[in-house]
């Protein structure tokens, strides 16, 4: 499946480089075809020095995936041409679409980052400062929007290609729950990135919360993660333990308005010494995945509805949290997520039969491959 996101990348860039590093069925490929790809995953893998020792293997690594990925994609074209798969305007009309929604997509994002601060534009504005913004990238890349919609309208071609080779692919309903049952069983053991799975089949339990945060001064949090890195933790902790008492009374002053009854949202407003309450006006969603300090964490889930904590104390100082609201955990069943499966498994088994098809072609093909010259 990777000849789908990987290929055409070459066809964004432009260097000199006119040197036949391959051959597939007598189409040449090119030393700048592999060269604009791989300095770009140079950065990537962080290599600098292409004689560093230590990283000799991931370089030989790298120039034959990308010599391999690059004899794909070049076979793939073929395929797709000898099956009447030849670029059109259709195509090119399809790619300008999905550029436009890519657009609108980037104009959505400014103009939210500008609601947030109180900053009021027209729409147009929005779409004229992400058309100079995706200009700029593009130039980066050392590309203009022609070639953009060329490389997109390939792939669009090539995407109807794969459909057309794996369309009589069929999904089972016992496919369908082993890769329920299977899904299930991972996302309940890794809920950080749950919302990156093609089906999430799981809402992990979460809450929303605000807090007073009652700040140690950043010299003094310096200081503890130096000693925790350079010295001991046992002496970081005693450090932090004993520079938190001298913010503690103004803490606990706090604490003491807020059981009196005084307004939550006006002390935060009044005390707060932590700028994400403003960002985020609702409150912090917090679930249980570390994305938060522990002990920030631990208390929030503690706490009802409705319920403000003692005082917290961490490397940042000192927490007063109020728990606006709590979720508990949802497991999606079969039924609801049944269509979202089905196209799952579908794609999965095209997947599967695609990669099995392309290794057939490059099995019968003609390819020479000049190693030497990368």
Do not use: C
Request: charged share 35%.
């Amino acid at each position: 499946m990777s000849i789908l996101i990987y290929g055409f990348t070459s066809i964004l860039y432009s260097n000199d480089g006119n040197q036949v590093i391959a051959e597939v069925n007598g189409e040449k490929i090119l030393k700048r075809d592999f060269t604009d790809i791989y300095d770009q995953e140079k950065i990537y893998y962080d290599i600098t020095d292409e004689n560093n020792p230590e990283q000799m293997d991931t370089i030989k690594w790298l120039k034959a995936d990308i010599l391999e990925q690059l004899i794909s994609e070049k076979l793939v074209a073929q395929k797709a041409k000898e099956s009447g798969f030849i670029m059109s305007n259709e195509y090119l009309v399809e790619a300008r679409k999905e550029f436009n929604i890519i657009l609108e997509s980037i104009a959505a994002d400014m103009k939210a980052q500008d609601e947030q601060d109180n900053i009021d534009k027209d729409d147009q504005e929005y779409i004229n400062e992400a058309q100079e913004y995706v200009a700029g990238e593009l130039e980066a890349m050392g590309t203009t929007q022609d070639k953009y919609y060329q490389a997109i309208s390939e792939q669009i071609m090539i995407g109807h290609f794969f459909e057309s080779v794996t369309k009589d692919v069929e999904v089972t309903n016992e496919d369908i729950q082993n890769y329920y049952d299977t899904q299930l069983e991972i996302q309940k053991n890794s809920e950080v990135y749950i919302e990156n799975y093609d089906v999430q089949l799981l809402a992990p339990a979460e809450v929303r919360v605000k807090h007073i945060l009652i700040e140690l001064p950043q010299d003094q949090r310096d200081e503890y993660y130096r000693l925790n890195t350079e010295e001991s933790e046992e002496e970081a902790e005693n450090y932090l333990e004993e520079n938190l008492k001298s913010i503690k009374p103004r803490a606990q002053d706090i604490l003491n308005k807020l059981k009196d009854g005084e307004n939550f949202e006006k002390l935060i407003e009044d005390y707060g010494q932590d700028p994400g309450m403003n960002d985020n006006v609702e409150g912090y969603i917090l679930r249980r995945d570390g994305q938060f300090l522990q002990e920030f964490e631990d208390t929030a889930f503690n706490l009802k509805e409705g319920e403000i904590s003692d005082l917290v104390a961490s490397v940042y100082g000192f927490h007063i949290i109020k728990l606006y609201e709590k979720k508990n955990e949802r497991i999606y069943t079969f039924e609801e997520k049944k269509d979202e499966l089905i196209e799952a498994v579908k794609f999965q088994k095209q997947g599967v039969l695609w990669d099995s098809q392309v290794e057939e072609w490059m099995n019968s093909a003609d390819i020479k491959k000049y190693e030497n010259r990368l």
